[in-house]
């Protein structure tokens, strides 16, 4: 994920001072992290959400993780959406995706 998030440099630091160099390496874990923390809170509701209709055993959870990024818009090309359906909730994150259908359980 790091080297998705910095492709723009193409995976080179190149400043010159060491003191730069660290600066840039620290802002890039700090964006990774704030991926990683953003993908949890939502893997989190997630799974809340999905336990409220059908049962989630607790051992298919070791395999979710936090890592994806294929979400993360890392062109720098950001479309806003003036749809009031996507604006936060009460506790400041957007809602859900939700399948138009319910997937049928399997057999």
Do not use: C
């Amino acid at each position: 994920m790091a080297r998705a998030v910095f492709i723009h440099r193409l995976g080179e630091i190149r400043d010159r001072t060491y003191e730069n160099q660290q600066h840039r390496a620290s802002g890039l874990n700090f964006v990774v992290t704030a991926i990683i923390l953003w993908n949890t809170r939502y893997l989190e509701r997630a799974v809340a959400t999905l336990r409220l209709t059908e049962e989630v055993p607790d051992k298919l959870l070791a395999y979710l993780s936090p890592f994806g990024w294929e979400h993360v818009n890392l062109t720098g090309d950001y479309v806003w959406v003036t749809d009031q359906s996507a604006a936060p909730t009460n506790d400041e994150m957007r809602p859900l995706r939700t399948p138009p259908t319910p997937f049928p359980k399997a057999a």
